[in-house]
């Protein structure tokens, strides 16, 4: 597997060289790479889902949402081990995937198994693995077909300058692919404070090798809160000709009726969804927009409610 070093910001690499995710690889390394894979990438709060769940729902997406536009050469930001760089890398349709993440040991100790191990010892230079940082994609121009995002564009600190530079290197007629978290329009700016300043739990933060006495919140590990208008806001301004959001949301219910009303729902296309649980209304869990909810069983043994958020070039 290809491993290229791109040019880091002094400042984000000191704050990456004393973040967690740069010393979690020490702790799970030896580990089997099924194990990597729910602990770095999911932080270990889906330990029941598979790699072909993961896989069924990216089709599903490509399928039934992309038209097919998950192909040709990509680029994952934020991949962490290569998961979702590695399962995209195995569709027949993408030639190449390319792989960014700030964290260098991820890339150098995690990346090669997790990519051995869904690709296949043959298969594994179909995925470059780029130490850096996604606000300098040492790319050319409409050099890509699309960039896929799964829950690290919500830690851009500029999400307008970040969006700028992945709409520089996609294609024309290429698609931004992001599985992230939209916050309800509703929710004011002191809101979105009030959900940066909560702490971790003493025993997430003994995962991450900090001491549970010492206060760590998501705001000290790097987080960022989005609406989704701010969201739609930024890619538009960044060029993209438009933007689909669809809140996915799983069909599990303790409830019967409500789980069987769900599933009848999950077997309509996901626009056709949309159009109908718009005429609902529909409370946010866990503060994320339910504008153009979708239900599908392929995330039920996800840990959180997914914003699926398109931008278009």
């Known amino acids: 597997m290809e491993i290229v070093s791109w040019n880091i910001n002094p400042d984000l690499k000191k704050v990456t060289d004393e973040h967690y995710r740069s010393r979690v690889h020490g702790s799970v390394k030896r580990k089997h790479p099924m194990?990597?894979?729910?602990?770095?990438?999911?932080?270990?709060?889906?330990?029941?889902?598979?790699?072909?769940?993961?896989?069924?729902?990216?089709?599903?997406?490509?399928?039934?949402?992309?038209?097919?536009?998950?192909?040709?050469i990509g680029l994952d930001v934020g991949g962490g081990p290569g998961t979702m760089s590695s399962i995209l890398a195995k569709k027949p349709e993408v030639e190449k995937m390319y792989s960014v993440e700030v964290s260098a040991n991820l890339i150098t100790e995690l990346m090669p198994v997790v990519a051995e191990y869904i690709l296949g010892k043959e298969n594994v230079n179909i995925v470059v693995g780029c130490i850096g940082e996604f606000d300098n994609i040492e790319l050319p121009d409409n050099s890509l077909d699309f960039v896929f995002d799964f829950f690290a564009l919500h830690h851009s600190g500029d999400l307008k300058k970040t969006l700028a530079e992945i709409y520089r290197v996609l294609k024309p007629g290429g698609v931004l692919v992001?599985?992230?978290?939209?916050?309800?329009?509703?929710?004011?700016?002191?809101?979105?404070?009030?959900?940066l300043d909560i702490e971790y739990p003493a025993s997430f933060k003994e995962k991450m090798g900090i001491d549970p006495k010492v206060k760590h919140t998501r705001r000290m590990n790097g987080e960022y809160e989005y609406r989704l208008k701010d969201w739609r806001q930024h890619v538009l301004h960044a060029g993209f000709s438009s933007m689909e959001h669809f809140n996915v949301a799983r069909t599990v219910s303790a409830m019967l009726l409500v789980r069987a009303a769900k599933y009848a729902l999950s077997l309509l296309p996901p626009r056709l969804q949309a159009h109908i649980t718009r005429?609902?209304?529909?409370?946010?869990?866990?503060?994320?927009?339910?504008?153009?909810?979708?239900y599908t069983p392929l995330v039920n043994h996800f840990q959180k409610e997914i914003s699926l958020i398109i931008g278009y070039k």
């Open 178 to 195: 992001c599985f992230d978290k939209a916050r309800d329009d509703a929710m004011s700016e002191a809101d979105l404070e009030r959900l």
């Open 279 to 294: 005429l609902f209304p529909i409370t946010p869990t866990s503060n994320i927009s339910a504008n153009n909810r979708v």
């Open 35 to 72: 194990d990597i894979i729910r602990e770095v990438t999911f932080d270990g709060g889906a330990p029941e889902l598979t790699l072909d769940e993961v896989s069924a729902f990216i089709a599903y997406v490509d399928r039934h949402v992309l038209h097919g536009n998950i192909r040709g």
